[in-house]
């Protein structure tokens, strides 16, 4: 879904992509050979670079260099990606089945598309292309947001009034 929404977006935009997974089980290393051919048949390798098996420590790099983080899956319940890229002031659009969709507050940090829709995801992309300017105004705001709202402070407040509830 990523790679045909690039391709509907470079049609209007100079626009550039990393898709950044691992690759260490075969149905991973399918996936990974099945993107690899559709980027191929879509002529799209000068705008999308695919990189497998990334040290962690590697990709804050690819955070601090990238406007955008999109995370098409459906298939990973709490993925933690999602708050990376947040916390690198990364603009998030993920899916409406993500488990971390919640901290993705719309207009402030990122967009959500709904899950297994194409055109969703291409309408949601360049919506974030067009807003770049209102979310950059707001990336300070953003960051106080995730402070407040991910601190260990928070949590525990949060946990020691479920307890006392109960």
């Known amino acids: 879904m990523f790679v045909k929404a690039i391709e ?6 100079d626009i550039e992509a990393t898709i950044i997974g691992e690759v260490s089980t075969r149905e991973q290393r399918n996936e990974f050979l099945r993107i690899k051919k559709i980027i191929t048949k879509l002529k799209l390798e000068k705008q999308i670079t695919l990189i497998k098996n990334l040290d962690n420590n590697l990709i804050q790099k690819y955070y601090i260099r990238n406007d955008y983080f999109v995370l098409p899956t459906n298939h990973d319940p709490a993925p933690y990606s999602v708050l990376e890229a947040l916390s690198y002031g990364c603009m998030v659009l993920c899916s409406s089945t993500c ?31 067009k807003k770049k300017r209102i979310f950059y105004k707001k990336r300070k705001k953003n960051i106080l947001y995730l402070k407040d709202s991910l601190s260990s402070e928070n949590f525990f407040s949060f946990f020691e009034k479920l307890i006392k509830k109960n």
Do not use: A
Not at 8 to 13: G, P, R
């Open 8 to 13: 509907f977006l470079s049609k209007d935009y």
């Open 99 to 129: 488990g971390t969709k919640n901290y993705i507050k719309k207009n402030l940090n990122g967009l959500i598309f709904d899950n297994n829709n194409q055109s969703s995801l291409n309408s949601n992309m360049l919506k974030m292309i």
